[in-house]
């Protein structure tokens, strides 16, 4: 077992040197802050879904179902980064070039919430685009260097969990105009 978390180990280092040895042009780099910056405290996610709600009105519930569900994954990412306390990366040569708010790492809240909303909101608005920018988003965060990749991964595993409870509730319920007759046996 110690040898494969050693190998994991590795495997993730190797891919955050790769990744974030390729942040070189000025450009890139300022796009990549930028979009991390949307994805701040999940920011752009919670105001994306509160416009499709406002927008939308003949759905707003399912919107705000969804909303709900970026936040809670958001609030149970800072609350399991609380407990791993897995710091950020610092390798000599390649400093984070961005910050952030603290110095837990693991998983990554901008991968949780972004994939969140994207498991959510897939049923409100077109999935492709939803999932493009999750992965942009978390992409972005290891470009920087202020997380691992195994950070990303686990936080696109927690969004994409709490992100599925809108869905999961709404199969559980009941369709509308159905009414369910129960006769007793002769």
Known sequence: ??????????????????????????????AARGLSHLGEHAAVWLVGGAAGGFLNGS?????LRATASVAGAHALNVAVKRVVR???????????????????????????????????????????????AAVGMGVSRVF?????PSDVVAGAFLGI???????LWAASKPSEGVELVVRPAS
């Open 1 to 30: 077992m110690a040898a494969v978390a050693s190998s994991i180990a590795a495997t993730d280092l190797a891919l955050y040197r790769s990744l974030r040895s390729r942040a070189v042009h000025p450009g890139t780099v300022r």
């Open 59 to 63: 759905r707003r519930a399912e919107w």
């Open 86 to 132: 897995r710091q950020r990366p610092v390798l000599r040569g390649l400093p984070a070039l961005a910050g952030t708010p603290s110095s837990l790492s693991f998983p990554s809240a901008h991968a949780a919430s972004s994939f969140a909303a994207a498991r959510a909101y897939s049923g409100l608005a077109p999935a492709v685009p939803l999932y493009a």
């Open 144 to 148: 920087l260097g202020v997380h691992y």
């Open 161 to 167: 969990a709490v992100g599925s409870i809108p869905a």
